[in-house]
């Protein structure tokens, strides 16, 4: 089931168990409760990050999701939890990155003493929410602000290798430690990318023409689609249309869906 | 005090952050020389922590097919070892529900 969050016991000699979810005190898996069909995205694409956050020696989870917001399950130690979350607020109203894909990885970022929030976002980049709070205060948190912008978006029609790629694309997750050892916190991103190759056989004018041609047939054939959705006869013979565009994708170009780790060593 | 002064210098000059720091351009990770890459559909999640033990933090990469995750150990210099996926009771580790 979607949503919910996985634990992995480690053992005395490094091995780890299967993964379990995690349960609240009532004996029930942790997951933030959706209120009505308008807030799903609350509970899907959730992010767990274990962090001593109300500062009273057990570790808790702050946790995000699909819709960018981001929830507190508090910890009670040896790895029970408060069944019902609570919503991370700045000020008056809940934290919220700039996008959607909460990410939350929770350091001192600024260096005062305190717990910051940053985040990658589905849109790329990296975020942070400043903690003002100052040490052991109930956390007050800023608006989240760019940290690092989102990279250059990919289009969709320009055929694109790994060696093109300079940064990290879109659906960015970040960790963030000083990972060359000389005394400043550097982020690691992680992404997701679409690789596009072009057809054997094609010139990048060939393909460019014909793929805005594609692109045109396929906006023609959803428009249809959508016009005779009251007609199951016709609406079947538009789905197989659309069907075979996508088919014939492959006669333009290849696709790769993967995703790369990139480092920011700070200056 | 050297903050707020900090600060304060960058109000005056009309900056607009309070906080801020600089990084290098973005390196891709590599790992046995390789760069570092998930499987489709992609979303690699890093994480970056001492899994074996010996004093080094090494490379651990999340994906979204399967719930499975690679760990690249560290073998210091700044040299990450290919990539291996994490077990869990004998067998590769998946974390079910990955949506």
């Known amino acids: 089931m979607a949503g919910l969050f996985q634990i992995l016991w480690g053992g005395p000699s490094g091995e780890f168990q299967a993964a379990e979810p995690l349960v609240g005190t009532d004996g029930e898996p942790l997951i933030i409760p959706i209120e009505g069909p308008s807030v799903q995205t609350e509970n899907i694409c959730t992010r767990p990050t274990a962090i001593d956050w109300d500062s009273d020696g057990d570790l808790d989870l702050v946790v995000g999701n699909f819709a960018g917001s981001f929830y507190l399950f508090t910890g009670l130690g040896n790895g029970k939890f408060e069944p019902t979350p609570q919503p991370i607020m700045s000020g008056d109203e809940p934290l919220r990155i700039s996008g959607v894909h909460s990410d939350p990885f929770l350091i001192d970022w600024d260096g005062d003493g305190d717990i910051d929030i940053l985040s990658g976002s589905g849109s790329g980049g990296v975020q942070w929410s400043e903690n003002t709070a100052g040490v052991g205060k109930p956390p007050q948190l800023s608006s989240f602000q760019t940290l690092i912008d989102p990279g250059e978006q990919i289009s969709y029609n320009t055929p694109t290798s790994e060696n093109d790629l300079t940064g990290p694309a879109s659906s960015t997750r970040i960790w963030a430690d000083d990972v060359n050892n000389d005394g400043k916190l550097d982020l690691l991103v992680g992404d997701s990318v679409t690789l596009i190759s072009i057809a054997e056989g094609l010139t990048l004018e060939q393909f460019k023409q014909k793929h805005t041609e594609w692109q045109k047939a396929v906006r023609e054939a959803s428009a249809e689609m959508n016009s005779v959705s009251d007609d199951q006869e016709k609406l079947q013979e538009a789905l197989k249309r659309i069907q075979s565009l996508y088919a014939s994708k492959a006669d333009l170009m290849s696709e790769e869906r993967t995703g790369f780790v990139w480092l920011y060593l700070q200056k | ?99």
């Open chain 2, 1 to 99: 005090m050297k903050r707020i002064l900090t600060s304060a210098l960058l109000w005056f000059i009309g900056s607009t952050p309070s906080f801020a720091l600089t990084f290098e351009k973005p390196i891709r990770l590599e790992g046995g020389g390789e760069p570092v890459r998930v499987e489709s559909p992609g979303y690699a999640a890093p994480c970056w922590a001492d899994v074996d033990g010996d004093g080094l933090k090494d490379l651990l990469v999340g994906q979204f097919r399967n719930g499975k995750i690679r760990v690249f150990k560290n073998q210091g210099g700044g040299k990450l070892a290919a990539g291996e996926w994490l077990q869990a009771d004998g067998e590769v580790a998946e974390v079910p529900g990955v949506w």
